[in-house]
C-alpha cells in the first residue's frame, strides 16, 4: 500500500516539472552551446575511464571544474586534472599503476547564438592547460539546436600539445556528434560519436599527415534536477586507423583505448 | 563518421526552418496594445531578447507557446529573483510572452 503511494510519488521527482538547467550536459563528449548566467557558479567532477588496449591497460582521468558566468553569453572555468594509469609491466607481469598530476587548466566559452530561439545555436570555446611535462591549448567550435524532444549537438576540435619535458609536439584534429532526445524535462537518452585524429602538420611542399585516429560511438543518459545534473556515456572503438591498426581487426588498441566510459556531475552552488 | 555527419547536419538544418521563440509581428503588436496601449513591435521584439539573453543562463528556453497566458503569470514572477530583473524588464518579458503564447484563433483576432 505504501509502495503504491511513494511510486508515483518518486516518478514525479524523477520526471520533474522545472526547467532543465542551462548548463546542464546532455551529453559527455559533445559540448553544447548554452552558458552559465552572470554571477551563477557551478561546481563539476568529472570522470573518464579508458580501457584496454594491447596488453592490460587501465586508464583513470579526473577533472574537477570550477565555472562562472560572467556575462549572459560568456562562462569561464578553471580546473584541475589528475588520473591514475594501470598497465601490465612484462617482466613481473604484475600491474604498474603510476598516478599524475596533468596540470591546470582555463576554459572560456562564448556563446553566438540560441540553440532555442535561433535557427542554430553556436559557440566559441577556448582551453589552455599547463601541465608539469606539457602545454596544451584547444579550440572548438560548437553547434547545437533544441527542438522538441530533440537534441543535436556537433563540435570541430583542435588541439596542439607539447611536451617540453620529451620536446614532442601534437596536433589533434577531432569531432564529435550527438543526438539526444528529451523522454521527459529533465531526462535524454541519445547516442554520441566521436573521431580523434592526431596528425603532422603540413610542412613546405608536403600535406599534412595522419598518423593515427579511431572512431568511438555509444549511449548516453543525462538526467538533472533543480540544481544538479549528471551524464554517463560508454563509447567502445569503432574502427581505427594508422599504421597500429591490427590487420582483420580494425582497432587500433596501440594509440587508443578499447572503450571509453565518462561520467560528469554538475552542482550549482 | 562521413555519413554521420551528414545526417547530423540534416537534422540541424531541418530543425532550423523554425524558431520556437517566434520575433513578433505587427499582428502580435496589434493584439499587445488592447492589453498595453503603448506596446509596439519593437517593444515586444524587446521582451524577445530579454527573454533569450536573461532566461536561457538560468534555463534552457520554454517556447512560448508551451504554457499558457496564465501559467506564464505564474512563471515570471517565481524566476525574476534568479534572473535578477527589475520591473521593467519582467513586464517587457511578461507582455512578449503573454502575446507569442495566446492561442492561434486570438491570434487572427
Redesign the interface.
Known sequence: MMLRRLLPAAALCLLGV?????N?RHFTQSYET???????VELEPWATARLGRDGYYTGIDNRLEFEV?LT??LQTSMYVNWGVEGVRNPLTKGIDTTANHRGVSSEWKLRLS???????GSALYLEFTLGPEEVEIEGKVL?????GP?N?A?NGIYEFEHNYAESIEEHKLQ?T?A?GYFLADHLSVGLE?M?FNVVEPQVPGGSATLLHGA?Y?GPVLSYGLGNWWVAASVTPQLYGYGKAVVPGRGLDLQDFERVQARVLMGVHL | ?QR??VI??M??A????????PVPTGDDAKWATRQWPETSVETLSGG?SL????C????????PAKHSGDRWLQEVPRMTQR??LDDGERDLITRYLLTASRPRDAAQR
Open positions: 522545472q526547467p532543465a538547467l542551462a546542464e548554452a552558458t552559465l548566467a552572470p554571477g551563477v558566468g549572459d553569453r540560441d540553440s532555442v530561439a535561433d535557427p542554430v553547434v547545437d539546436k533544441r527542438s530533440w543535436v556537433v569531432a556528434a543526438v560519436a573521431d572512431i560511438a | 563518421m554521420m555527419s547530423c547536419l537534422l540541424v531541418t530543425a532550423a526552418c523554425t524558431s520556437a521563440v524577445r527573454y533569450v539573453s536573461r536561457a543562463g538560468c534555463h534552457a528556453l520554454v517556447p534572473a535578477h
